[in-house]
């Protein structure tokens, strides 16, 4: 059972070029989430999906697109490339919302040069 | 909105010496409470959490957590720490029938041999 498993674990992309992050999960789980990290900033949700086909905009959304065509996958895209997004990117899953816990990747170290 | 505020960018504490780390949080509705727990280079692990019931709840490795409606707060503790204890520890906060998982900033415990 492999749980959440985000690749690549690190990337350094330039100004300008597009990439996008993969995120699978076995457990069968419909919700799914992206996280960044940023020292002293905690965690930002920057988008979460309650099923396939169905995405919604976290706190920061600006510059990432994701897309869920199936339940196991929920990959993060980055267009346009920018510094600003130089951060640790952690995916997430859980069976359902409310007081259920997540269940989250070992995370994609990502610097924008 | 929901938020939590963790106001302790680092916890320093002895072996053996009791610890708590502060959290406190702002929803709407009854919330859901969670503590994870981030080891370095690592995706964040589930602790403990709170639903409903019992104010204090019990967790792993000897961690639990209190329930203060009245002062929106849920201190995380530990009767003797452990060098082994010393990570990144991270509060989180679900509003009722919101779908989001909102993190605090961090805390960074550090327990001295």
């Known amino acids: 059972n492999a749980g959440v498993t985000q690749t690549p674990k690190f990337r350094i992309l330039k100004i300008g070029q597009s990439m996008t992050l993969q995120c699978t999960q076995d457990?069968?789980?419909?919700?799914m989430y992206w996280y960044r990290q940023d020292p002293g900033m905690g965690l930002k949700l920057i988008y979460y999906s309650v099923g396939a086909g169905i995405t919604d905009k976290g706190e920061v959304p600006n510059g990432y697109n994701v897309s869920r065509s199936t339940t196991e996958d929920f990959p993060l895209r980055l267009e346009l490339a920018a510094p600003s997004q130089t951060s640790v990117y952690f995916c997430?899953?859980?069976?359902?919302?409310?007081?259920?816990?997540?269940?989250f990747g070992s995370g994609t170290q990502l610097s924008v040069l | 909105a929901q938020s939590v505020a963790q106001p302790e960018d680092q916890v320093n504490v002895a072996e053996g010496n009791p610890l708590t780390v502060k959290c406190t949080y702002s929803?709407?509705?009854?919330?859901?409470l969670f503590w994870y727990v981030q080891y370095p280079n690592r995706g964040l692990q589930f602790l403990l959490k709170?639903?409903?019931?019992?104010?204090l709840v019990k967790g792993s490795y000897g961690f639990e957590a209190e329930f203060n409606k009245s002062q929106t707060s849920f201190h995380l503790k530990k009767p003797s720490a452990l060098v082994s204890d010393s990570a990144l520890y991270f509060c989180a906060v679900r509003g009722g029938g919101t779908d989001k998982l909102i993190f605090g900033t961090g805390t960074r415990l550090q327990v001295f041999p």
């Open positions: 457990m069968n789980h419909n919700y």
């Open positions: 997430a899953s859980s069976y359902s919302q409310g007081g259920e816990k997540l269940f």
């Open positions: 709170y639903i409903t019931g019992d104010n």
């Open positions: 929803v709407s509705g009854n919330p859901y």
